[in-house]
């Protein structure tokens, strides 16, 4: 299958127990005005999060066509999505009801609809709102604790036998979609593989992760044929 778009995807970038969270782009909080307003995947993404459908039907259509490659015929498939918090500002024309990670889902569901071993399913509840903010936690052990016991699978699932494909709008830490992943596991997922639209980058002064800034902006051309394609 051709590259949907022509977006050249970054490599899987932490591991989810027994399978990979592959995140096909890299999100620039939006306090870094500069990298954030220079990248068209990180300005589509916060477009996604405001659960504008359009925009998720075309990131529905390329992490699908990027599946493809991985996916078996042979095993069944379930997606499902990680809970999205509340969000305190509505958007309009947007999908009021419902998170930018469910909505994602079933627009991967539905770009795969050829094949027949795949369901798409809600397979995780949250039991109360986090105490923070993902981003607003200091260090793993921190993002960790503030998600430990947070999830839980509905007595009315059942998953025995499924191969779990979980899906998040943005990575951050990954400590979220290991929490996931774990109560999917003990409900009896034979395996779990995580799928993120993007993962975060902060750049601060000094430091900077240089390297992967360089590495993106290698891909912008791409990127901006996707963009293009976006806003189309």
Not at 102 to 108: D, H, K, P, T, Y
Not at 158 to 184: F, K, N, Q, Y
């Amino acid at each position: 299958m051709s590259e949907p778009y022509g977006f050249l995807e970054l490599k899987p970038v932490e591991m989810v127990d027994s399978g990979w969270i592959h995140a096909y782009g890299v999100y620039y909080p939006r306090h870094q005005a500069i990298e954030h307003l220079n990248s068209d995947w990180s300005r589509a993404v916060i477009l996604a999060k405001r659960r504008m459908a359009g925009i998720i039907d075309r990131f529905g259509s390329i992490v699908a066509g990027r599946m493809e490659r991985w996916l078996r015929n042979d095993v069944p498939y379930v997606v499902t999505h990680v809970p999205a918090e509340p969000e305190p500002v509505q958007y309009l024309f947007s999908d009021m009801g419902r998170g930018a990670p469910e909505l994602l889902a079933e627009s991967i569901h539905r770009h795969l609809g050829a094949r027949h071993n795949i369901q798409l399913d809600t397979l995780i509840m949250q039991l109360r709102p986090k105490a923070r903010k993902q981003r607003q936690c200091e260090g793993m052990a921190e993002r960790e604790a503030n998600v430990r016991g947070l999830y839980t699978v509905p007595e009315r699932v059942v998953i025995g036998g499924d191969h779990v494909i979980l899906v998040d709008d943005v990575l951050t830490s990954g400590a979220t979609m290991r929490e996931c992943s774990r109560i999917l596991h003990e409900a009896g997922a034979l395996s779990v593989t995580g799928v993120a639209l993007a993962r975060t980058v902060r750049i601060q002064d000094g430091d900077t992760r240089l390297e992967e800034k360089e590495t993106y902006e290698n891909t912008m051309p791409a990127a901006a044929m996707v963009a293009d394609r976006l806003a189309g």
